[in-house]
């Protein structure tokens, strides 16, 4: 059993400002022995942020578990029936691949707050955490723990900046938020998708910057556009229809105003390529 001492105090004297120590500390220490657990015993941590196991890696691991052994004990507490993970999820799967009937493990005795805190600081500082399941670790540290965004950005070791922004990715439809949490977008590509306004145009921005594989910055741009376009030409429907159109034939930006169309090319290449559209020079063959 883990230092109950230790476990009685409170979270922020628990935990500390590195969960990886207080890990390491209930791992190492000489009173906290681990024993053979059932794995059937053991039920997945509920407050889990990860949601995407690589099948590739685990599999690795479950390589490696078979050749070797479980080297680090799971962390689990005793449950109405059998035990609950508190940490090492990876461990636990790829135990199960391995086809492993018991596992190295250390039981604990923390309360539902503490559990929730330490499996998800765990999993902020240790794991590979998609910006999206980090976000949502993230909230549920502050709706349910009762940190501030402050003392959030203290205990994970980010700014608070960065917090905030990343508790912003929340509200990003569902389908871009799946792209985000399965790799296909990435962190700067949410946050500029998150800074157009309207779910259907942040969709569609997704769509096209996972199908064209759009750079952060080529994606900016492209945001920035529209945005501009949507202000000015809010009022007048007609050529707001006229500029998709022209877009389409071109293929390029464009801005309609009442009295001027604007034309926007990337390089000579990009222009010429507009004037044969234009029919001003004739197509070129190579």
Known sequence: MADNKRLGKGLGELFGGDIDK?????????KASSSEISISEIRTNPYQPRKVFDPEKLAELAESIKEHGVFQPVLVRKAIEG???VAGERRLRAAKIAELEKIPAIVVDF??????????????????????????????????VGYTQEELAKR??????????SLRLLKLPYEVKEMVRKGE????????????EGEERQKALARRAVKEGLTVRQLEKLAARKIVVRKELKKDPYLEEVRHRVEDILGTSVEVGKKAMTIRYNSTEDLNRILEKLG??????E
């Not at 207080?22 to 000489?30: P, W």
């Open 22 to 30: 207080v890990l390491d500390e209930i791992t190492n220490n000489e």
């Open 111 to 144: 309360n539902d707050t503490q559990m929730m805190e330490v499996s998800l600081l765990e999993n902020i500082q240790r794991e590979d955490l998609s910006p999206i399941e980090e976000a949502e670790a993230f909230k549920q540290l502050v709706d349910k």
């Open 185 to 196: 977008l990435s962190y700067g590509q949410a946050r500029t998708i998150l800074s157009v």
């Open 156 to 165: 994970v070791g980010k700014s608070r900046t960065y917090v905030t922004n």
């Open 83 to 85: 035990y609950e993970l």
């Open 280 to 285: 001003a020079i004739e197509e070129s063959y």
